[in-house]
Structures are given as structure tokens and as C-alpha cells.
């Protein structure tokens, strides 16, 4: 049963700002429910119609840590809540969910190209390894590098799946205002099962961490992974790759998860 710690009335406003299929959604629903806010989303800042937002309301858009973007979002009111993700599962979760999706090509305002040369693409293609090593793909890792430690909180995809409650109230406690619900009753309402069930257009893959060491057999993983030295450094991953995993075996995973 979900109790009430908190109340509603006082303006609170939280942006998450990452990386594109990072969790974004996910976690910006959790803070819907934590806060008791207003959803708003929008691919650029040009798209926020900023005197109009809620006092209460959580902002979600990927967009780099520019002096402009951070000035706008000091002057009303936000606070950065950056999430990230291992980047072999993001662009693995990209290449998954953009067939589905041609508004990928908004990311960035289209900065860097888009994600049409790795559509219909798999995992151990050229086409994908080009697309991962690409400047596109290195300018859509970089947004959560660039935010990652400067704001009010930075969260692991990977923690926030193996213990949501614990991440939450590192949120709870950097904002420093009562939620409205307790974190434990938002982890359990709040789920990647439930969110793919609401959402029709693939938005909602697997949601599993580390996935891409089911998928990307190791010479693919390591040239992939190489541009990424100092992010994964930063964000705290390692590529590991299973030495085992061939091409073949590889690419009969990935056509086994998406048929699912």
C-alpha cells in the first residue's frame, strides 16, 4: 500500500538530462510519483515554452551542458537529476528502438546526422560499428558525461534497476523536500514491466543491464567500446566481453529479442 510522507504544494522542479534510452522516462515517472509533479518533455530547449511550465513538474530532454541551457534552467527554477547508462546497452537500446521511432532524428536537434544508416541493422554489422564509433553516437554518450557529478545528482542505470528505493532517496535526500511518496512505495509502482505494457511504439525493450554482453561478441565490443575510454572511466564501466560469444550465436540472440 503507498502512504503519503509529503505534500504537494510547495515548487519543486526537476530536469533529467542524459543521454538518450538511458532510463530517462522510466526515471522521470518515478519522480512524477516521488514529487507528485507535472510531466514535460521536449527534444530542444527552443520546445519548452518556459513561462508556462508548472511550479511542480519534471522536465526531461537530452541536451548538452551548454552555458545557454544551464543559464535557462537556473532562471527557472531546475534542478539536474543525470542518469547514465553503460554505453555498449545504449547503443545496443538504439539500435533496437530506432525502426521504431523516426523522431530519434531530433535528438540533438539532428546535430551529427541521425540514426538512419543503422536501421534494419544488427549487432554485428558494419553498419552498426560505424554508427557506434560515429560522431553521432559519440555526441548522444557525451550529454550524460557532461552532466555527470555538476548538478544535483547523478544515478547508474544499473543501480537504479538493482535497488530503485536506495536511488531514490539519494534524490530525496540532495533535494532536501519530503516526498510525497516514500521511494519504497515508488520503486514498487513505477516498473520497467509496467512501462512497457503502457507503451506501444518499442520505447520499452528489455531493460537488463549488461545485455550487450549477450549480443556483442568480444572484437565488436571492444572496437565499439573504444572511442569511450574516459566515459567509461568516469561513469564507472569496464567492457568485459564474453570471449565465447561468436558472431553467429550472437546475431541468433538478437533476432531472438526482438521477436519478443
Not at 507535472?38 to 537530452?62: N, Y
Not at 520505447?203 to 565490443?221: I, K, M, N, S, T
Request: aromatic share 8%; with cysteine; proline share 7%.
Amino acid at each position: 500500500m503507498r502512504s503519503a510522507v509529503g505534500s504537494g504544494g510547495r515548487s519543486l522542479r526537476l530536469a533529467v538530462v542524459s543521454t538518450p534510452r538511458a532510463g530517462n522516462m522510466w526515471l522521470r515517472r518515478q519522480l512524477v510519483q516521488l514529487y507528485g509533479l507535472e510531466e514535460v518533455s521536449a527534444h530542444t530547449p527552443d520546445e519548452v515554452d518556459w513561462g508556462g511550465l508548472p511550479d511542480r513538474c519534471a522536465l526531461q530532454i537530452h541536451w548538452p551542458r551548454t552555458r545557454p541551457f544551464r543559464a535557462t534552467l537556473r532562471r527557472n527554477g531546475f534542478r539536474v537529476v543525470v542518469l547514465a547508462r553503460h554505453p555498449l546497452d545504449v547503443l545496443l537500446s538504439i539500435l533496437q528502438f530506432a525502426p521504431h521511432e523516426p523522431e530519434t532524428a531530433r535528438w540533438l536537434d539532428g546535430g551529427y546526422g541521425d540514426e538512419e544508416p543503422v536501421i534494419g541493422a544488427t549487432p554485428v554489422s558494419r553498419a552498426f560499428l560505424a554508427y557506434a564509433t560515429g560522431p553521432r553516437a559519440r555526441a548522444l554518450l557525451d550529454v550524460s558525461m557532461q552532466w555527470w557529478r555538476h548538478d544535483l545528482v547523478s544515478l547508474r542505470y544499473e543501480d537504479l534497476v538493482s535497488d530503485p528505493a536506495r536511488q531514490l532517496r539519494r534524490i530525496v535526500e540532495a533535494v532536501g523536500v519530503p516526498p510525497v511518496l516514500r521511494p519504497e512505495d515508488v520503486g514498487e509502482a513505477v516498473t520497467f514491466a509496467g512501462l512497457k505494457d503502457e507503451a506501444k511504439n518499442g520505447h520499452f525493450w528489455r531493460g537488463q543491464p549488461y545485455h550487450w554482453r549477450e549480443l556483442l561478441p568480444a572484437h565488436v565490443a571492444e572496437a565499439a567500446a573504444a572511442p569511450y575510454a574516459r566515459l567509461l572511466r568516469t561513469l564507472g564501466y569496464t567492457v568485459d566481453p564474453d570471449e565465447a560469444l561468436t558472431d553467429e550465436v550472437a546475431l541468433a540472440c538478437w533476432n531472438a529479442r526482438l521477436s519478443r
